[in-house]
């Protein structure tokens, strides 16, 4: 039998370029790479709800005061 010494290679810890969260709005259907992880506002539409789901008037108060 060969036993073959494995050297512990030391791995270099690297991001790759590729590894980028790209954002899609949802409401232009615009995809970019933000700088920020969750930016406030879709740079192209600038709708703060480009990572919502369109809704449909949500919160809507009964109240009738
Ligand atoms: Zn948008």
Do not use: D, F
């Not at 512990?8 to 991001?15: A, K, L």
């Not at 192209?44 to 005061?65: D, F, L, Q």
């Amino acid at each position: 039998m060969v036993t073959q010494t494995v050297e512990c290679i030391e791995m270099e810890v690297e991001m790759p370029k590729s590894y980028v969260t790209r954002l899609r709005c949802k409401r232009c259907e615009y995809k970019w790479v933000p700088r920020i992880p969750s930016p406030a506002v879709c740079p192209k539409c600038h709708s703060p709800y480009w990572n919502k789901s369109a809704t449909r008037k949500t919160g809507v108060r009964r109240n009738k005061r």
